[in-house]
Every structure is written in structure tokens, then in C-alpha cells.
């Protein structure tokens, strides 16, 4: 259908444009397309606020009533309906560019019991219906920037010198081991099986299979040819945290970098977050101001300053001591080897450091096998990164690349080391040091835009109970 998106009138004001590969005369009558936001009417004319999902700006149509009586545009008039006006732009001075419309098209009605009728819907009752979410000015800015973030991503790597590459989704191991695997199979609800084994080996895959928690493993396969690898793909965690930050289907980018040791990858990961941060910012100006208006208060200048402030170290022993001395009551005690909980991460992002902060150096027990071993022997060269208003958003280490240490860390946590002969071999054959990181793309999304709970920056949320 021929048409001119609204971004195009509000951002290109010229008097000849291409849109869609059609050259419009801007002066002339020209055909837009959408779906009624709002629409009202006054003793002379009619209004309709119509918006195409270009920008989250609407244009608003004008409809002189002496000129088409009500019949003509009734049908255009119920939130929600699809219609293609054509018309003639003409500046106003509150509204910019408005478009009096001369014939209407109905493209699809609505009839009203279409569940967004009110100008402000709360996100509890949007997460009801999100099949109608995006048809929102919050979705559409969510949307977008989750988009423009996706797109800033590949655009680092690729600068950078990264080759993407695309690991398995269905997988027999579990590269975090925390056995949050959701499982795979094609057998009927009552397949039998003797034992474990037995019934696994009667499945498609002749052996238990499951959805990746994590490309990693994979990843660094695929680093030990490339030098500089990343993944950019679903993840999923059966996890049964309810929180704000977790759901079961969540987005991953795993970079994997040879002859890298833990200082190294971490200088990777500011420089990366900082990058797409800025890109971010530089192409999303209208979503952010957006979000600023719901809540997000100073988001942009917040975003800003992480951009060119250097993001703290801490090691995880002094950042023990810090919570223990912090005066605070704690839901979960404090204490050398304990897991850091989201409490404890906030505290120390948001008030010890008030920035991005490194917390390095994780004890050995409470963290992956595959994490290189300190000369302490009781820790890993292993780093968290927390920022404000979330808590973790990275993991990362650099990996144990002597034979003997990791199999022996695998086996200390009873893991079949036949399962993983082939992660093993990358040890046995020319290793090198390399270490990676995962950044979790909806945390990173809620941190870029100051969405508080993860279900909103989903399309179609998974989480516990829920899908
Ligand atoms: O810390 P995690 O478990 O690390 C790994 O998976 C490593 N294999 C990464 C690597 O070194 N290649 O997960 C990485 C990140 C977390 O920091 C968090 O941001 C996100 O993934 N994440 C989740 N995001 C949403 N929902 C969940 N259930 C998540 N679990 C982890
Ligand atoms: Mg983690």
C-alpha cells in the first residue's frame, strides 16, 4: 500500500520525499496510514490522533465537518480502528505538522470492547493482554529501543573484530551446572523406561536433552579457531525465582576472547557497555525522553555520566567486609562464602560505588566449574558486574584452560566428564588462556530505559506459572 510513515513528516520537512520508494509531493495530498490513538470532536470539526508505529509521536488528522458530515468518518471515530487518510499537511504552531484530511479509507474497525480504551493503562494490566501491548506508546518505545540496543550490539562486535556465531538451542549440557535445564523430549507422557538411562535412549535424541542455559561452552569451541567470538541468542532458565529480573526465555550475548585474561575481559565489558549505552542515548532521544516522563526520572543524564566515569573494582573479600561494616539489616546475612543476593548488589551499586562496579574474585564453591583457579585456592578469577537499579547484569570469568584443574574442579561437583569430552579436547589441544562474559539483554534493556519489571521488555514474557 502506498503511504508515508509518520517519522518521515515529522522528521524530513522537505517538500519532496521517498517513502517506500515513492517519490510524494509534500504540498500535494498524500496518503498516511494507522490506527486511531485518540479521537474527539467539536462543533465544526473532528479529530483523530493516529499513530504508525514509526514514531511515538501521532499526527493528528483533521476533519472539517461541513465538508464530510458525520456518516463519512463515524466509522474512523472508536480507539483502535485501522484506517489510510489522505490529506494535506499543514503547520501548526502547537501540534507541528497536522493533516487535513480530504477522503478515508476504513482499513479495519474496532468495535468497543477493544481492551485499551483509556488514554493510561497500568503495566500490571497490560502484562493481561500482551498480544495488544505494542499498539501502546510504552511497547512501541520498549520495542524500539530494545531494537536500536539489539542492532548497537552487533554493531560494536562487528567493529571490534568479533565473528558471530550461532550455538545450539538444544543441548545435552549444562554449561552453568546450577540444573535449571527446561528438558526436550519427543517422548509421550508415559514412556516407560526401566531406568534413567534406558528411558532417556528411547527419545529422539537417544539422550537426554535440553535448552541451553548458555552458548558459552559452544562459544568457546568455536573461539579456540576464531580468536574473537560472540553468541547473541535465547537462553533458558527454569528457574523458580519470581522476581523482576528473571523470566524462563531470556536473551544472552556471550562474547568468548582468546589470549585474554579477567583484567582484559573486563576492560572489554566497560568499553562494550559504554559503547551501546551511547548509542543508545544518540538514537533513541524521543524514547528516552519518553521514558523520563514515566518515571525514569534524569535517565538520560544518569546514562550519560556511566558513559564517561571509569566503573569501580571491588574484590569480592572487600566487598564482603564493606556490607558487613555497612550497619544495615540484611534479609540474608552476610558472610565470607555466602552467594551475593539482589539486596547486597544494590547496596554496594548503589550506595558504596554509585556506579557500575566490578565485584571480583567470587569464592570457588559458589561459582562455575569452568572458572579459572586463583593461587589462593580458594577463589576464581570470576566477576559480576552490578549497576544501579538492577544488580548483576554481567557474568563473567576468565576460564580454567589447564586440563588437569578443570577436570578435577568437574569432578569435585560429580559431573560426568565423558558428557564433556569434546569442551575437554579444547584443553588438550593447544589451550590458551581466554575468558568470556554474558550480559543478560533484558537487564540491559531495563538499565538503558528504567523499565522497573522484566515481563515489560518481553514481546510474549515466559516466567514461573506463565507462559
Ligand atoms: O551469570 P550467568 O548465569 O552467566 C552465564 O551464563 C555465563 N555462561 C556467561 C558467560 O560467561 N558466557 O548469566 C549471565 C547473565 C546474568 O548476569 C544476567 O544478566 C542474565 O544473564 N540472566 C538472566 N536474565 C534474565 N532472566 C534470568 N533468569 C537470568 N539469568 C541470568
Ligand atoms: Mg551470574
Redesign the pocket.
Known sequence: MKHVDIAVIFNCPSKEYVSHGQIYDMEGVIPVCGWVRTSRESKNVAFLEINDGTTLRNLQVIIDKEKFPRPYYEKAMPVGTSVCVYGRLVRSERNGEELHMESLEILGECPQDFPLQKKYHTLEYLRTIPHLRPRTRYFEAVLRVRSTLSYAIHHYFRYEGFTYVHTPIITGSD??G?GEMFRVTTNAWDAKGETAEEYYRQDFFGTKAGLT?????E?EMAAMGLGRIY?FGP?F?A?H?NTT????E?W?I???VCFADLNDIMDIAEDFIKSIIEDVIGNCLDEMEYFESQGAKGLWDRLNSVVHTSFARVSYTDAIDLLKRSGKEFRYPVDWGVDLQTEHERYLTEEVFKKPVFVTDYPMDIK?F?MKQNPDGKTVAAT??LVPGIG??????EREADYNKLAAAMEKRGMPLEAYREYLDTRRYGSVPHS?????????LMYVTGVQN?RDTLLFPRTVGSL
Open positions: 554449561c552453568e546450577a542455559v548458555s552458548g558459552q561452552l562459544g553468541t537462553t532458565r528457574e525465582s529480573r528473571h523470566a524462563a531470556f544472552q556471550e562474547p568468548e562455575a569452568y559480576d558486574l548483576e547484569i554481567i557474568g563473567c570469568s568470556g562474559f554474558g550480559l543478560g539483554f533484558e537487564r540491559m522484566i
